[in-house]
């Protein structure tokens, strides 16, 4: 069976934490899709810092290259473009710098491939009506109208590209309530995990928490660090593995934090050894509120006991995450652990991984392409 080429106008850059994007286009790589990753076309302006002026410089330098990933099948290409948040930026885009991206990606993956949409900016359109695919699939993974910066017109676009999408999947609830409302065939699709790799942490439930667990993007507009401290300061070691946006001044020198700095996925579960249970200390607010943490399966396959905030796409969880709304409530429960906790709870949560891997994931949206081949 021949497979079409695959483009993902992605919205991360390969190197960054790793996650959904990622994960689907090393996937479609190795089932034999053709595979071009197209790092991130920007969703806000910038903010100045030397980190952020030697990733451009770096962007700058890249541009335009076909990079080979280490999976085969799979090429990483870095476009230069200009963030589409201001009219002259979307005119030179137009003109200037989206005709050399689709040029140079027609190149890579020949003509009509399969596209795979993330973020729903103008210059994502753009780029899909120079593409022209012949199946496009838009892959809602983030309420982007609430994130800080992004374009006035973005709820706009992205609803012409839930209009022009083949199909559409969702990777929480509240997206997908939000999708229906023009695509009714919207689906949902969430998070996954690659069950083998972090089942390399299962051992037998835990009586005594003295070690808490938490990875991914650190930033002040989702993390409640006000959660974190209060966990430290209750005695508890809190062990910190990713990247950092903003961050509190001197949070990761409050005694009892463990900051581990960001790890390959690969390598994660050797950073989490010792761990004895999960936190997902998010902050309740209309950028939260359509989060499907990515790492919900991949900590329930430990079998370790994960306490999270109240976000929706977790409640239907139910008695396989507990609950808290406040560093208080992380503090109790994570105390009253050892009282709670039986292997039955430990065995239903690696059973709920199980049903959720990756590969089930994937198995969906595969389908849902070729059902329209």
């Known amino acids: 069976m021949n497979r079409p080429a695959v483009v993902m106008l992605s919205g991360i850059r390969w190197d960054f934490l790793w996650q959904r994007h990622q994960i689907l286009g090393t996937r479609f790589a190795q089932a034999g899709y053709p595979t071009v990753f197209v790092e991130t076309t920007g969703l806000s302006n910038p903010r100045m810092s030397p980190n952020v002026l030697r990733k451009i410089l770096s962007r700058i330098s890249n541009s335009g290259k076909n990079r080979t990933a280490m999976q085969t099948g799979l090429s990483v290409y870095t476009p230069l473009v200009a963030p589409p948040t201001h009219s002259t930026f979307r005119w030179a885009n137009r003109e200037i710098f989206v005709p050399r991206v689709v040029r140079d990606l027609k190149k890579i993956s020949g003509p009509n491939p399969v596209v795979v949409a993330y973020p729903p900016t103008r210059t994502t359109l753009d780029l899909i009506s120079g593409l ?42 509240p997206l997908l309530e939000k999708a229906k409302a023009l695509r009714p065939d919207a689906f949902l699709n969430g998070p996954g995990v690659d069950y083998e790799r972090f089942a390399l942490l299962q051992g037998d439930p835990t009586v005594e928490i003295r070690t808490v667990g938490y990875f991914g993007h650190l930033s002040e507009e989702r993390t409640d660090f006000n959660v974190l401290r209060g966990i430290a300061s209750a005695g508890f070691r809190v062990r910190l593995v990713g990247g950092l946006g903003r961050v509190p001044r001197r949070f990761l020198e409050t005694p009892g934090v463990e900051y581990l700095g960001e790890v390959p996925h690969e ?107």
Not at 154 to 163: A, V
Not at 319 to 346: C, Q, W
């Open 267 to 373: 390598k994660l579960p050797a950073a989490l050894t010792g761990v004895d249970a999960f936190v997902f200390p998010y902050k309740i607010n209309d950028l939260t509120r359509s989060i499907s943490p990515a790492k919900t399966y991949e900590c329930l396959a430990t079998g370790k006991p994960v306490v999270a905030a109240s976000l929706p796409a977790l409640t239907a969880l139910g008695d396989h995450i507990y609950p808290a709304r406040n560093a208080g409530e992380f503090v109790e429960t994570l105390r009253s652990l050892g009282k709670m906790e039986t292997e039955e709870r430990m065995e239903g949560r690696i059973s709920l991984s199980r049903q959720n891997s990756w590969d089930v994931r994937f198995r969906e949206i595969e389908t849902a392409i070729w059902r329209r081949l």
């Open 132 to 173: 022209k695919p012949r199946i496009l699939y838009y892959d809602c993974s983030d309420d982007y109208e609430n994130f800080p910066g992004t374009p006035p017109d973005i709820r706009t676009t992205e609803r012409e590209l839930l209009r022009r999408a083949d199909f559409v999947s969702c990777t929480s609830p």
